[in-house]
T-cell receptor, first 112, second 116 residues
Framework: DGGITQSPKYLFRKEGQNVTLSCEQNLNHDAMYWYRQDPGQGLRLIYYSQIVNDFQKGDIAEGYSVSREKKESFPLTVTSAQKNPTAFYLC???????????FGDGTRLSIL | AQSVTQPDIHITVSEGASLELRCNYSYGATPYLFWYVQSPGQGLQLLLKYFSGDTLVQGIKGFEAEFKRSQSSFNLRKPSVHWSDAAEYFCAVGAGFTGGGNKLTFGTGTQLKVEL
């Protein structure tokens, strides 16, 4: 079955450490997205990519970085510059002619 | 800039009762509107969407929503709620990107509790 796979499901970060969240899709979608979800704040867009080797900042990109070397993959790195990284991170994808975004099951990041 | 307001943070209904979740949006052009549902610790599942045409749209799991341009609203309804409907519901408005994909702006969500 086609879908979006996020790993790991739970991740812990030490102070000063960078961590990378994985997002893989086999839906053949061109566009991919990363959202951050905090209680009571809904989802906020971190980065998005409309095509391989291209990506743009969303509303809250500071402290995060991404790459898009393959159509299927859009990893998110939470850097040490992100001072409040504890959140639920969701990856999504969509095709150009399909407005709805399809979501993965998320990664919960916590600070040790 | 586009925005979405879901005025109800929590709603409790009895099983079998009807449900209406409110959503108001702000967007300069004709919006793309969506309702998603999220179970605890899970991703978001699309319930229904409105792009154009008939203002009453049907979705999965017996949900429907009505687009009212004059009120800038896109309320979600279900005639008879089941205990399994307990979850968090998000309304979103979308604008297409040039070249494909879309930017979604989400509301803050409504947590639905169903009493048996």
């Amino acid at each position: 079955d086609g879908g979006i796979t996020q790993s790991p499901k739970y991740l812990f970060r030490k102070e000063g450490q960078n961590v990378t969240l994985s997002c893989e899709q086999n839906l053949n979608h061109d566009a991919m997205y990363w959202y951050r979800q905090d209680p009571g704040q809904g989802l906020r867009l971190i980065y998005y990519s409309q095509i391989v080797n291209d990506f743009q900042k969303g509303d809250i990109a500071e402290g995060y970085s991404v790459s898009r070397e393959k159509k299927e993959s859009f990893p998110l790195t939470v850097t040490s510059a992100q001072k409040n990284p504890t959140a639920f991170y969701l990856c999504a994808s969509s095709s150009p002619g399909d407005q709805p975004q399809h979501f993965g099951d998320g990664t919960r990041l916590s600070i040790l | 800039a586009q925005s979405v307001t879901q005025p109800d943070i929590h709603i409790t209904v009895s099983e079998g009762a009807s449900l209406e979740l409110r959503c108001n949006y702000s967007y300069g052009a004709t919006p793309y509107l969506f309702w998603y549902v999220q179970s605890p610790g899970q991703g978001l599942q699309l319930l229904l969407k409105y792009f154009s045409g008939d203002t009453l749209v049907q979705g999965i799991k017996g949900f429907e929503a009505e687009f009212k341009r004059s009120q800038s609203s896109f309320n979600l309804r279900k005639p008879s709620v089941h205990w399994s409907d307990a979850a968090e519901y998000f309304c979103a408005v979308g604008a297409g990107f040039t070249g494909g994909g879309n930017k979604l702006t989400f509301g803050t969500g409504t947590q639905l509790k169903v009493e048996l």
